[in-house]
């Protein structure tokens, strides 16, 4: 698959941002291990994912790239795998809908990668999924990073689930945002 973007970090570190392959597999593996270890604001809360489980995914979501169901990217800095963002339409009377989702490595943090990343899988949704009309995303609503991009990017709230969440042993709300698309 192609590359989207070349170019360097904030500090100055080597950034690739492209779509997947399944040469990615370890590096996939690797890296939802590291973030489920962490326990940040994903939906795997210290779960290990196995190898076999990680290689169904790719493999499922490679072909949804093909077949137009879906935007999938991949960061990589320095040549390690450090963030994944995709957008990947619903099904039959909700198919024009696209739900979002990013998530990025520790050292990618802070340098304006995530931004970028969910410039670029937008973009790249415009393109390919035809028919999209609405993004919509969950995030936690202590999130305020995120919850402060996604603003920033045009999303708009259009509701809460209170205590649809349960992290580090307490319940959190789950903010609901979406971005019309022209």
């Known amino acids: 698959m192609k590359v989207i973007h070349r170019g360097k970090t904030k500090t100055g570190k080597d950034l690739i941002i ?6 990615d597999l ?4 690797r890296y939802f291990n590291q973030l489920s270890a962490e326990k940040t604001f994903i939906t795997f809360q210290g779960e290990k994912i196995s190898k076999k489980t990680e290689a169904d995914w790719l493999d499922k979501n490679i072909k ?7 935007v999938f990217l991949f ?3 320095d040549g390690k795998l450090s963030g994944i963002s995709d ?3 619903k099904e ?21 990668v995530g931004k970028l990343l969910m410039k670029l ?13 609405i993004i919509i995303l969950g995030c936690f609503a202590n999130n305020e990073v995120a919850l402060n991009l996604y603003k920033s990017l045009g999303f708009t709230e259009y509701g809460r689930l209170p205590k649809a969440l349960f992290r580090k042993n307490t319940y959190v709300d789950e903010v609901l ?5 022209e």
């Open 18 to 23: 492209r779509y997947p392959q399944p040469k």
């Open 26 to 29: 370890l590096s996939v593996w």
């Open 64 to 70: 949804n790239i093909r077949q137009k169901k879906c």
């Open 75 to 77: 960061v990589f800095i």
């Open 87 to 89: 957008i990947t339409l």
């Open 92 to 112: 039959r009377v909700s198919k024009h809908i696209g739900s979002f989702g990013i998530t990025l490595s520790p050292e990618a943090r802070g340098q304006g």
């Open 121 to 133: 899988v937008i973009s790249e949704s415009k393109k390919r999924l035809p028919g999209l009309k």
């Open 177 to 181: 945002m979406h971005q019309t698309i």
